[in-house]
């Protein structure tokens, strides 16, 4: 069964913080991404990453950035936490190719305080 | 960009009826995917229709792809209490990276 884990299920931090969110996928899919939900907005995409060490935008990249430096782990990290960052993040990972389903991780609650 | 719109938003039937949940999308597609939400977990992919077919079986769900309406149905037969959940439609960005783009989702309660 292809596992994705994401380093914590819920973290509370404060404004200004750095914060970091680990996904770790076991299946040595090519794509990995991040997403962030909420109520209303449905999942939006905050960045894609195809390959080791390559990233591409995705619709709300503000505020966030990411690292892949080995396939199986994709980093989000937040350089200066704000309180419109509270959200519920998942991490997915696929395949390389437009047809193959994603694999969800099972989402961090994060709370900005 | 919101490729799929998912109607109706929230749907509350009894134990034993069958719920069906459409999605729209905007451009042609090649395939696309039905997932499951837990509430506060992951989603976890259900089903995925290819352009080419026009309905498909899993179990309890059936799906059907309608190319030239551009929308897509999921009906669950014989709900259960398990079955309460937020469905989601997916479908590949247009620009064929790998990318999906999610619908806003249906949340499904079935009532014991």
């Known amino acids: 069964d292809v596992k994705v884990t994401q380093s914590s299920r819920y973290l509370v931090k404060r404004t200004g913080e750095k914060v970091f969110l680990e996904c770790v996928q076991d299946m040595d899919h090519e794509n990995m991404f991040w997403y962030r939900q909420d109520p209303g907005l449905g999942l939006r995409l905050i960045y894609f990453s195809y390959d080791v060490k390559m990233k591409e935008k995705g619709d709300i990249p503000e505020g966030y950035s990411v690292s892949r430096e080995k396939k199986e782990r994709f980093s989000l990290i937040l350089e200066s936490a704000s309180t419109n960052q509270t959200s519920m993040y998942l991490c997915a990972s696929s395949f390389r190719g437009h047809t193959n389903e994603q694999f969800f991780g099972p989402g961090t609650r994060l709370t900005v305080l | 960009s919101q490729q799929g719109e998912e109607d109706p938003q929230a749907l509350s039937i009894q134990e034993g009826e069958n719920a069906t949940m459409n999605c729209s999308y905007k451009?042609?597609?090649?395939?696309l995917q039905w997932y499951r939400q837990n509430s506060g977990r992951g989603l976890v992919h259900l089903i995925l229709i290819r352009s080419n077919e026009r309905e498909k079986h899993s179990g309890r769900l059936r799906v059907t792809l309608d190319t030239s309406k551009k929308s897509s149905s999921l009906l669950i037969t014989a709900s259960r209490a398990a079955d309460t959940a937020s469905y989601f439609c997916?479908?590949?960005?247009?620009?064929?990276?790998?990318?999906?783009?999610f619908g806003q989702g249906t949340t499904l309660q079935v009532k014991p």
């Open positions: 997916a479908t590949p960005s247009p620009s064929n990276t790998g990318k999906l783009i």
């Open positions: 451009t042609s597609i090649n395939n």
